[in-house]
């Protein structure tokens, strides 16, 4: 009888991602992965663990696995797996902390998911026994163009990792710790796994790793008697690889997400606008533009040189929509930095944007620093910064009245345009007669805050009317 697997998939979509190759590897093994976790024989939840919040998920979910198969009336015992980036930064005290799981594994285990549940299946754990600990050292693995994978994203949009692990120093960051060094695909492997997307009737392609412009930079060190970096013009690889993209036979979308400000360069920008498949949308987080903050924050970049950059992609992709998130309570902080942040985002008049509020970090050189503020500080910088974009997003929602603009239908009644990624960004409300999946041109006639509208006039998306109702 076929092992019986269901997956929780937790985090980004660079973590949904390695949920997929995942699946991709279980249903080559000939198990069947079913949505409902009661029913498995074994469950995987693939965690997070960026920041708290997102442990406090992962953790959470674990234990309400762990609590539902205690109440299962079959005989054979649920096998319970914990994968992904909290398995992998915590390897070493996890087994003992969490008796109730039956096994660790890491990053680099997501292709060898299958054996390893055979063997815990064939072999009873017994009542003193530990945890099984597959977890290796720092995580190498990278996915290829073959690589088994199962899509868990609607049949319309999917997600790409083109590179894996990340060389920034960023004190509040823990990621190149759990995910080791920056390691680029090949352009060709990228295309080639794109091209069987686009067959398939993908209409978006989204672009994802740890920070995309860092894409081939890399690789250089690989060739032999390489007296210069390939990519010494900063970016050469990515504007190679996103033509090479644009140039693949098909109505689609490409989207360029998790860049950072560092490996910007003229010709990047002008690679996008000479691409009309490339959304004219770009994720870029900036994480403060104060000297101070950025200094403390090892961005590698100054508030100048943000400034200056932001100008350089507006006037070189017109009509471009830009995402960024800052970080508010870091510390040392002082109110002067926040309110350069403020003024900044008046300024710039972001598109997107999205704030967090600083989370001290185990691990973190971020988190042995002097000056840490308490909770309520930050809580009352990030509603100050948020109330502040809400208000700059009203006046961007409401340019867009009067437009036609071309979206993405995600389902009946809800689309997407250029501007919006999936998950994180608004919603464009249109009837719901529109085909799913499909690309249509719409004109905006009305606008919620972060929304739009394109609805028969009188008529409100189904959302709005349950939350008026409920007020």
Request: with cysteine; net charge neutral.
């Amino acid at each position: 009888m076929s092992i019986k697997v269901s997956l929780i998939s937790l985090g980004c979509a660079k973590n949904l991602v390695d949920s997929e190759i995942m699946v991709g590897h279980l249903h080559q093994a000939g198990m069947v992965v079913i949505p409902e976790a009661e029913k498995a024989d074994v469950v995987i939840v693939n965690t997070c663990s960026f920041i708290d919040s997102s442990k406090e998920e992962s953790i959470g979910h674990i234990l309400e696995v762990h609590q539902n198969r205690g109440m299962r009336k079959r005989r054979r015992e649920q096998i319970l797996i914990v994968a992904g980036c909290m398995s992998q930064r915590f390897s070493k005290d996890l087994p003992s902390a969490m008796p109730e799981v039956d096994a660790f594994i890491g990053l680099d285990q997501v292709t060898q998911v299958a054996p390893i549940i055979e063997g815990l299946v064939a072999k009873e754990r017994g009542k003193k026994d530990a945890p099984a600990n597959f977890v290796a050292g720092r995580s190498t693995y990278i996915p290829d163009y073959d690589t088994p994978r199962f899509r868990l994203t609607p049949k319309h949009f999917a997600y790409i990792k083109i590179a894996e692990g990340c060389n920034h120093p960023c004190t509040f960051c823990i990621i190149p710790q759990i995910r080791g060094r920056h390691r680029s695909r090949t352009v060709d492997s990228v295309v080639a796994e794109a091209r069987q997307l686009v067959k398939e009737g993908v209409k978006e392609i989204n672009l994802i790793s740890q920070d995309t412009t860092f894409f081939g930079m890399d690789t250089w060190e690989q060739r032999p008697n390489a007296r210069t970096p390939v990519d010494s013009t900063r970016g050469t690889a990515l504007t190679t690889l996103l033509r090479q993209l644009n140039a693949i036979e098909g109505d689609f979308w490409i989207r360029l997400l998790y860049t950072h400000p560092a490996h910007w360069s003229d010709e990047l920008i002008q690679t996008i606008a000479e691409c009309p498949k490339v959304a004219r949308y770009i994720d870029i987080p900036l994480q403060h533009i104060s000297d101070h903050m950025l200094g403390l924050m090892q961005r590698e970049t100054s508030g100048d040189y943000i400034r200056d950059l932001i100008k350089r992609i507006r006037a070189g992709i017109p009509g471009i929509a830009i995402r960024t998130t800052f970080i508010v309570g870091f510390p040392g902080e002082t109110e002067a930095d926040v309110d350069e942040l403020c003024a900044f985002i008046r300024e710039a008049k972001f598109e997107r944007l999205g704030v967090f509020r600083y989370s001290q970090e185990e691990g973190t050189r971020a988190s042995k620093m002097e000056e840490q503020l308490p909770p309520k500080v930050k809580e009352a910088r990030w509603h100050k910064t948020m109330a502040l974009q809400q208000e700059v997003a009203r006046e961007v929602s409401k340019s867009y009245v009067g437009r036609k603009l071309r979206v993405l239908v995600e389902e009946p009644g809800v689309a997407r345009g250029e501007a919006d990624a999936p998950d994180i960004d608004g919603r464009v409300y249109v009837p719901k007669s529109l085909p799913v999946s499909e690309f249509v041109d719409v004109t905006i006639n009305a606008f919620h805050d972060y929304d739009l509208l394109a609805l028969p006039k009188g008529e409100e998306p189904v959302v709005y009317k349950i939350a008026k109702q409920a007020q």
